[in-house]
């Protein structure tokens, strides 16, 4: 497939943990960071994470000291882990990939999202 797929997404107490795949062709992996958007019901798209080829990341204030956000580079596979959920975490989470120019993703490429919900 050309686009990434993502998986991990469930239904989870406040307080619990869910860890987000997402898996794409080495083709489109290997050459792009990658970043984890979420959209809440009524609310506009947010980056969430990036990561660059090298490692580096980046996070959304709100997230910082809750996800983390890694890559496998052998597997073409990136993860976000999430830690601490609260109920404003609730959202359909995707993975894009794409080069970072200035900072801000560029995406090139997105998954189908995966829902995240998390009850009080």
């Known amino acids: 497939q050309v686009q990434p797929v993502e998986s991990g997404g469930g239904l989870v107490q406040a307080g619990g943990s869910l860890r987000l795949s997402c898996a794409a062709s080495?083709?489109?992996?290997?050459?792009?960071?990658m970043g984890w958007y979420r959209q809440a019901p009524g609310k506009q798209r947010e980056l969430v994470a990036t990561?660059?080829?090298?490692?580096?990341?980046n996070y959304v204030d709100s997230v910082k000291d809750r996800f983390t956000i890694s890559r496998d580079n052998a597997k073409n596979t990136g993860y976000l882990q999430m830690n601490m959920l609260t109920p404003e975490d609730t959202a359909v989470y995707y993975c894009?990939?794409?080069?970072?120019?200035?900072?801000?993703?560029?995406?090139?490429?997105w998954g189908q999202g995966t829902q995240v919900t998390v009850s009080s």
């Open positions: 080495r083709l489109i992996f290997s050459i792009n960071p």
């Open positions: 990561i660059t080829r090298g490692g580096s990341t």
């Open positions: 894009a990939l794409g080069p970072l120019r200035s900072g801000l993703l560029e995406p090139n490429y």
